[in-house]
């Protein structure tokens, strides 16, 4: 009999340890064993990378999927091919830009039958907290969503409106209750205001890095308050960078991430009419990118996830105050961040720290995160000395859009196993649901 399914061989696997030269051997859909690299073993396929890595496969927890409702800005099918093209294995869909909302469990339910047969990567769950569904959160929480996504200033879509300061306490309160972690959109509406023109300087203008710095200190403060685990969304200002290292130093239980195209992207080059960069918050100056790297570094900022926020190509009309706002770059994260950390001498560790194993414990899912026994056999191949010139029409997101069209990227995913098995078209993904 055959003993393993799977052995993946690497002089470079990255593990909880650091790497290591190893024989990754896969039975079922979970890791059974870390052998010697060169140990003979008995498996119905054998692979040897030799000298390119092998990384776990990534956990993206901020994706906009948009199905059911808004599908043609991007669905389950479109995104998980993406996901898996770029090493990202499970994502968790956020619960706006859908429609309805996943504000309820029965609005859950429509996501979940959205979902099924499609996914091509494992897909779970956040649901939303807005004005009025106070009641919905523990239902929700209990059928398994891995925590509440809310809004501090409007979220650009009418159905999911933000919450005012007395309705975030209350969120807390309710959250605390049970345990459950709530995810936060931080800018002070109070600091925001309308473009003053359609350029882009106009448009960073308008959304100062004071407004997240004001909204993050106004969380911190709540989460303090009422004992709630929180999170904050892509972190683009390093303004509040300190408000942060104070409240995690002090003992709230606060984290937060940041995203690629804040870590890659700069102001001063985006160009005028090119609003595939627009985002909100927005992409920052080259010296604020450079303190957000040096968050990621003393751990003040633990995850760097994606904030995929597509839309069709008419929607990004040439004018920075009136195009849509969202980056999509789900295939592309890892490349992009790798090739600005190893350009700043930061390791495949550091990168899977951020982009796989933070986020798997954010979101609570177990057997993610890591190349360890008993763990999920979710593998990718990577070749990170190989170039990777970008053409949104080749990418596998529903539209063809993104800031990093032309740019070539360093490192290149050759191989995603999800669960033992090669992503090869066929859908074999599944749907996560509570072991919070």
Not at 322 to 341: D, I, N, P, R, Y
Not at 395 to 405: A, E, F, G, K
């Amino acid at each position: 009999m055959t003993v393993h399914d799977l052995v993946v061989r690497s002089r470079r696997v990255v593990t909880p340890e650091g790497e290591r030269a190893a024989a990754v051997a896969v039975r079922g859909e979970r890791v059974q064993a870390l052998y010697d690299y060169a140990e003979p073993l008995d498996a119905a396929e054998d692979i040897d990378l030799r000298d390119l890595p092998l990384l776990p496969g990534l956990v993206d927890t901020h994706v906009h999927v948009n199905e059911p409702g808004r599908t043609h800005w991007e669905g389950f099918a479109s995104a998980t091919r993406a996901a898996a093209a770029g090493g990202v294995t499970t994502i968790v869909d956020m619960p706006l830009n859908s429609l309805p909302p996943t504000v309820s469990v029965e609005a859950l339910e429509a996501k979940l039958r959205a979902a099924r047969g499609q996914c091509h990567v494992d897909v779970a769950f956040w649901g939303g907290a807005v004005p009025g569904n106070l009641k919905e959160l523990r239902p929700l929480h209990e059928r398994g969503v891995r925590g509440f996504k809310c809004f501090m200033s409007p979220s650009g879509v009418e159905e999911f409106p933000p919450l005012a300061t007395a309705e975030l306490r209350a969120v807390l309160t309710e959250v605390a209750g049970f345990g459950g972690l709530v995810v936060v959109h931080a800018e002070d509406p109070e600091l925001l205001a309308e473009p003053g023109g359609p350029t882009y300087r106009e448009f960073l203008e308008s959304r100062p890095g004071a407004a997240e710095r004001s909204a993050v200190a106004r969380v911190v403060a709540l989460a303090a308050e009422t004992g709630a685990r929180v999170h904050i969304l892509h972190v683009s200002s390093a303004e509040c960078l300190d408000v942060l290292a104070r409240a995690q130093a002090d003992g709230v239980a606060v984290t937060a991430e940041t995203c690629p195209h804040y870590l890659t992207l700069e102001a001063e080059q985006v160009p005028e009419g090119r609003t595939a960069y627009k985002c909100c918050p927005p992409i920052r100056s080259r010296a604020n990118r450079e303190l957000l790297w040096d968050g990621l570094a003393h751990g003040v900022l633990s995850s760097v996830v994606s904030d995929h926020s597509p839309s069709p190509a008419d929607l990004k009309v040439p004018d920075f105050a009136a195009a849509w706002g969202g980056v999509a770059s789900l295939q592309l994260g890892l490349s992009a961040v790798w090739t600005e950390a190893a350009r700043r001498g930061h390791t495949l560790a550091d990168v899977v720290r951020w982009m796989s194993s933070a986020p798997a414990a954010l979101a609570a899912i177990p057997g993610k995160g890591a190349i360890r026994p008993g763990g999920d056999a979710d593998l990718v191949a990577f070749d990170p000395d190989a170039d990777n010139p970008v053409d949104a029409a080749r990418l596998h997101h529903r539209n063809p859009v993104t800031p990093y069209h032309g740019r070539v990227l360093k490192g290149a995913v050759l191989t995603t196993w999800l669960r033992g098995r090669p992503v090869d078209g066929e859908p074999h993904g599944r749907l996560i649901l509570g072991e919070q």
